[in-house]
């Protein structure tokens, strides 16, 4: 992983939001954000970190098949990429903050390809749930891609949701449930430790 310094800000000219989490609040207030980046233990161990992210769950979004196992989607075969769909807090960050962290947190030059991982079901994706989420994401991959901040063209797919099937239960909070583990050891921890660092003002406490 390649953290660069893009921000919300710098890209889209949006201010920042940064309001206290209300406890009370139900989760039919919260927003849905559905993306892929690769293998979904990195992106959910970053995603889980950050204020304003109330739950993260790894899963499978974009392909032909319904409730695809992992021994599927790793084939290529059902069409799936490894996602994971959050639930947001838009009062404590926004959608445009959250592709903000989704953008810097892979390689979105690279297709079907994420570092040892190759395959569709690795390919950076944006599964947008509404307009308001399409033109956002849309406006943030034109301007990324104007600012030169990668050399290769931005691969990203910007396609609307359709569904999204939950990951079996030994996927879900992986790294922290398994960080003896070689992969979390070697691959995910050195990411998260610049993750922390980069986005320190943006971590849970």
């Not at 992983?1 to 919300?8: N, R």
């Not at 927003?31 to 980046?37: C, D, K, N, P, V």
């Not at 030994?170 to 993750?195: D, M, S, T, W």
Request: with cysteine; charged share 20%; hydrophobic share 35%.
């Amino acid at each position: 992983m390649k953290l660069i310094a893009i921000t919300t800000v710098f890209i889209l000219g949006l201010a920042s939001v940064m309001a206290q989490t209300n406890p009370q609040k139900k989760m039919n207030e919260f927003e849905t954000a559905t993306l892929g980046s690769g293998c979904f233990w990195c992106t959910e161990a970053f995603f889980l970190r950050v204020k304003g992210i109330e739950s993260v769950v790894s899963g499978y979004s974009g392909g032909k098949v319904k409730n695809p196992t992992y021994r599927e989607v790793t084939t290529g075969l059902t069409g799936h990429a490894e996602v994971i769909q959050i639930k947001f807090d838009p009062t404590v960050i926004t959608y445009a903050e959250v592709l903000e962290i989704f953008w810097n947190t892979h390689d979105p030059t690279t297709l079907n390809k994420q570092g040892a991982d190759e395959g569709t079901q690795y390919r950076s994706a944006v599964f947008y749930h509404n307009d308001a989420q399409k033109k956002t994401a849309e406006e943030y991959k034109t301007q990324l891609s104007k600012s030169g901040v990668f050399k290769n063209p931005i691969v990203t797919e910007i396609t609307a949701f359709k569904e999204f099937y939950p990951a079996e239960d030994y996927h879900q909070n992986y790294y922290a449930l398994n960080p003896n583990q070689g992969y979390c050891q070697y691959v995910i921890r050195p990411k998260i430790e610049k993750f922390n660092k980069q986005y320190a003002s943006k971590l849970k406490k």
